[in-house]
């Protein structure tokens, strides 16, 4: 006979678990969101004349302390910051980078529509040497 009480009290801790799943699943995302973070650097794309290619989603270029932006122009010159260091003292710039500041958050690569693919996967390959998998590639925005 007091069995409607025992059906109340399941109904309701059936509802509190959900609504703590639906809390926790919340957290997760916001804190989740929290950890993508735009990339900055002294030095912008357009400041050394690069084409970028264009893509419906791209990677915003803001300003973020420890990120480390590679720019190959037409010419396939690579620069880092606002100096020209070329291919083969990328490596060095990057082992003086992470001596001064740490291992930087992100690496991102702008390059120019008419900078050579091998350019590209070389600069790629030297940053996996170094110890770094994931690069981002700045493009700009399609129309």
Do not use: C
Request: aromatic share 8%.
């Amino acid at each position: 006979m007091r069995r409607r009480g025992t059906d109340t009290l399941l109904w309701l801790e059936i509802e509190f678990v959900s609504l703590l799943s639906i809390t926790f699943i919340l957290i997760m995302f916001l804190s989740l969101a929290n950890l993508f973070t735009p990339l900055s650097s002294v030095a912008q794309p357009k400041q050394f004349g690069i084409n970028l290619p264009s893509a419906v989603v791209t990677i915003p270029i803001s300003q973020e302390k420890n990120g480390f932006l590679i720019i190959i122009n037409s010419s396939d010159d690579v620069y880092v910051g606002d100096s020209m260091v070329g291919v083969n003292g990328l490596t060095a710039s990057l082992s003086s980078y992470i001596h001064q500041y740490g291992t930087p958050t992100s690496v991102k690569i702008a390059a120019d529509k008419a900078a050579s693919y091998g350019t590209v996967v070389q600069v790629m390959n030297l940053l996996r040497k170094d110890g770094i998998s994931t690069v981002d590639m700045i493009v700009g925005q399609a129309q």
